[in-house]
């Protein structure tokens, strides 16, 4: 597709449950990111893939939230066990990266809405 | 860490200028983003300014960028309803491929 997709659209979850949430990005973009956005805020980073290096997890705010990456294409941010303050919208980016070569645009899905009741 | 700020709320009558402002604290930013964000929609990147520059017009959209005082506007000419949204402002440092975020300022104008 042109752009960063993501599945599902909107995820509603009962507290203690696990969730999957999956991020297509831009066919040939090798950096992948995660964001966090709570209602009424700003974005807040949560982990960054870079081709094959190890990712960048330094925003993941506890051990229940992890991200895998397939390559250079999908990804995929697990919550374990969710909690109510888990509930924000789920923003995905890419960008070109290291292959960028100066400015390195990040490009947004639509993100996931998630509700944990 | 680094620090961006945003006003929250900002009101205009359409078919006037709408300033929307930023300031930020690292001093080593590359480049400083706008993106723009519909109701239920991801994020639309509207601009970006490379810290070497003092301005950047794009058709009604004019970044001024001020980094003696780490201070960044986006001006929006001729604001019409289609701009209601939320603006964010977000600065990439060279030292790694984060952004940081403001928290977003909801632009509303008003016929």
């Known amino acids: 597709g042109a752009g960063v997709s993501q599945s599902p659209s909107n995820k509603v979850t009962e507290k203690g449950k696990d969730v999957e949430l999956r991020c297509d990005p831009i066919?040939?973009?090798?950096?992948l990111y995660w964001y966090r956005q709570r209602l009424g805020q700003g974005l807040e980073f949560l982990i960054y893939f870079q081709g094959n290096s190890a990712p960048d997890k330094s925003g993941l705010p506890s051990d229940r939230f992890s991200a895998e990456r397939t390559g250079e294409s999908v990804s995929t941010l697990t919550i374990q066990r969710t909690q109510q303050e888990d509930s924000a919208v789920y923003l995905c980016?890419?960008?070109?990266?290291?292959?960028?070569?100066?400015?390195?645009?990040?490009?947004f899905g639509p993100g996931t809405r998630l509700t944990v009741l | 860490g680094e620090d961006v700020e945003q006003s929250l709320f900002l009101s205009v009558r359409e078919g006037d200028s709408s300033v929307i402002n930023c300031t930020y604290t690292?001093?080593?930013?590359?480049?400083l983003y706008w993106y723009k964000q519909e109701p239920g929609a991801g994020l639309q990147l509207l601009t970006y300014i490379f810290s070497n520059m003092d301005m950047k017009q794009d058709q009604r959209l004019t970044v001024l960028l001020n980094k003696k005082d780490k201070h960044l506007s986006l001006r929006i000419a001729d604001t019409q309803t289609g701009d209601s949204a939320i603006y964010f402002c977000?600065?990439?440092?060279?030292?790694?491929?984060?952004?940081?975020f403001g928290t977003g300022t909801q632009l509303k104008v008003e016929l």
């Open positions: 066919s040939g973009h090798t950096a």
């Open positions: 980016a890419s960008s070109l990266g290291d292959n960028a070569g100066g400015l390195d645009t990040q490009y």
């Open positions: 690292d001093s080593s930013s590359t480049y």
């Open positions: 977000a600065d990439h440092t060279g030292g790694g491929n984060k952004l940081t």
